[in-house]
């Protein structure tokens, strides 16, 4: 039975100061707020995994994000880090040996497992040991055990989907085992006779008997198990599960689950928690959840097993991924640090060339490079652990802290100036998806907008389309994406959602340290588990039909589009222009519309905004830009000059923000609306997301939301007018040849030879952010870095209302 949180009236009445003084207030990019508790120190890129020693002097930490990636070593008395190293590849797996003398560390998609000698504390690498050969042998190592009883070491691993057994004495491989899905973590039974295993993509807790050499029947557990946690007692174990917001509690005894913690904010939320690691106290009997995309620590009462009792939240920095309790404090890693940046260096290259080095196939960082995909630091939060007065005021702030609440109360900041769902005067939603755009890169030189025109690289010369439907229109200049890259943006545009698989491993592949894409249906474990907006209109018997989205070679990636997708409409491929999708798209409409088949809801995919360098003989970026405003332009015109137009609303999105700069956060980009019911020359500087605009379609065409973020989104209402007006647009000649091709042979050139297109974001980002900035601008140099962070004005410190 479902143990659920019971603790909304908090929201409602913690108004008194925390005893542990929280900071003031941080306003991410989507919507939600950061008041992290306790004291903090910084920590690599994306920790992912921390373990403490056996004598508890040390933890460890693993860092596993897209920029450098290394082992941390900290002293947990003096609480500071006291050794670094890094390592060119790693991911997830960490354990230390039981007489402390050495720390091992999964390598990565190098498939080795990296042995560190702790010595006068610092770690020195002594061995590797092989899995087998580098990617693109697909192995993975995830998670790792230590046997000293047998002197062996367990690995579960993600892309063959095994168990290794390894002989610490002789380095050998001992046996394989398949295991039928990818793995996260295992962990050994209190007797060292029971080797569990989350198996991640099969939902089950697999147990491996190491005296019998024999599997026992698989547990069904939630969506996406992670993180386990045996009680020191060895009679239950605790497995996370990251899309159901829930932890599983298992009796070792009779291996049933007895019962489940629903860790969400909200009893029975949907996706959005992702609830991903434990710490137990032994001697309160008490369990601490850290739920990724809340923010927070869910704390509950476990003292009778079977009857466990939630006893409220503590805030965290920005998606914690791991807890650890360590001489009565709480020790949290927060993935994504404490706030999200500007980045008015993102593309460009750094002035020095000494600035950029080279280190393990990777760019490592100088001071000035801010490429999105490691522009999020992580931290360290060390927590006392609250009072019960505290608990419950920490509750309170989590709860101010999260929009969703304001969802749950079933309240809209803003009312819908016109009718929704069934009523609403809106038949008809095309949603078009582009890649990887800034605001400041494309739309700063628009007047009344909040732009740096020492950042624009495709202006209105080269986007007349886009830069005449935000001044027919409306000017969204204070729009961001949820998301990071196309691999998890894919997810965040479709299902306002990323899973925790698609969030820690796409850092892998898109630094070229291995590993795959994952998004847009490549790998089931990466789907949101209720799907995306296409399952959400099945649901709803909203009819919906597909133009590139989600396709690979013009089919379906997911079942839910088989049948609904137009399949002469091309899939991704910078080898062919989006005008030539526009008018296979318009043929396809425009017979559907003839023969009154026209669906409600449509995605369009129009991509060749994300260039491809400047490749010679290729068409140049300014080519590419141009190719796809003028589908843009051309695809509006279509939709305003046909007899729905005042039935319909054109929203336009880009997946990502991560190839270009932004003066104010490097989520920011750009979005545009359009329809009979849109209103006219207008800026907008309200906060907007991606899961706004996935908000605002579902209000229309009355569906509920999916996920707990577009619950929680502002819907874009202050865009719309009470009645419709009719409008023409017609699509505007960039000033720009769209057969323009890149002639120069420099050392840009060069370097986009070397890069694959096939798919998007298939390339070292931050290599190729550079190859863009300099084939158009030169040497250019940037202006001087500015910072920004989203803060609440002090009048609302204390508006937990």
Known sequence: MARSFLLIVLYFTAQSLLAQALPKPVLLPNGWKLTPAGT?????????????????????????????????????????????????????????????????????????????????????????????????????????????????????????????????????????????????????????????????????????????????????????????????????????????????????????????????????????????????????????????????????????????????????????????????????????????????????????????IHHGGITKEGSDVQYIGSLLKGTMSIIDIPSAKALKEYSGKVYSNSPYSQYRRDTLDRPAPIKMGKESPIKYVFYVIKENRTYDQVLADVKGGNGDTTLLLFGRKYTPNQHALVESFVLLDNFYVNAEVSADGHSWSMGAYATDYLEKTWPSSYSGRGGTYGGEGEREIANNKNGFIWNNCSRYGISYRTYGEFMEHERPTIPILAGHNCPTYPSYSLEIRDTTRFYVWKKDFLSLLKNNKLPQFNTVRFGNDHTEGVRLGRPSPYAHVADNDLAVGMFIETLSQSPIWNETVVFIVEDDAQNGADHVDAHRSTAYIAGGYIKRKVVDHTLYTTASMLRTMELLLGMEPMTQYDAAATPMWSCFNTSPAPFSFHAIIPRVSLDEKNVAINQWQKKSEQFSFDKEDSNNDIEFNQVLWHGLKGETPFPGPKRAAFVIPLADDNDDD
């Open 40 to 356: 903090s120190f910084p920590l690599g890129d994306l920790p992912l995994n921390m373990v403490i020693s056996p004598s508890s002097k040390y933890l460890a930490v693993t860092n596993n994000g897209q920029g450098i990636q290394s082992i941390e070593l900290i002293d947990l008395r003096k609480q500071k880090k006291i050794d670094s190293v890094v390592v060119s590849k790693s991911w997830y797996g960490l354990a230390f040996s039981g007489d402390e003398k050495y720390l091992f560390a999964s390598g990565g998609h190098d498939n080795l497992i990296l042995q560190f000698a702790v010595q006068k504390d610092k770690l020195i690498l002594t061995d590797t040991l092989k899995l087998g050969k580098p990617w693109p042998e697909k192995i993975g190592p995830a998670g790792i055990e230590v046997d000293d009883k047998r002197q062996r070491l367990y690995v579960v691993t993600r892309e063959d989907q095994k168990l290794y057994v390894i002989d610490l004495k002789t380095k050998k491989i001992l046996n394989t085992l398949g295991l039928g899905a990818e793995a996260y973590a295992c962990k050994l039974s209190r007797d060292k006779k029971e080797l569990y295993i989350s198996c991640w993509g099969c939902d089950k807790l697999l147990t491996w008997d190491l005296e019998k050499n024999i599997w026992k029947n698989p547990i069904t557990v939630g969506d996406n198990p992670n993180e386990l946690l045996l009680t020191p007692d060895g009679k239950y174990l605790y497995v996370c599960n990251a899309n159901d917001n829930s932890v599983s509690v298992i009796d070792n005894k009779s291996k049933k689950v007895i019962e489940t913690l629903d860790a969400a904010l909200f009893p029975d939320s949907p996706s959005g928690s992702t609830t991903n690691s434990l710490a137990y106290d032994p001697s309160e009997k008490k369990l601490y959840i850290a739920n990724a995309d809340n923010n927070c620590l869910a704390v509950f009462d476990v003292s009778k097993p079977g009857r466990s009792s939630a006893m409220g939240f503590i805030p965290t920095g920005w998606y914690p991924t791991c807890v650890r309790l360590i001489n009565k404090k709480l020790w949290v890693s927060n993935g994504k640090g404490f706030e999200s940046k500007a980045n008015p260096f993102g593309p460009s290259p750094v002035r020095k060339k000494e600035d950029v």
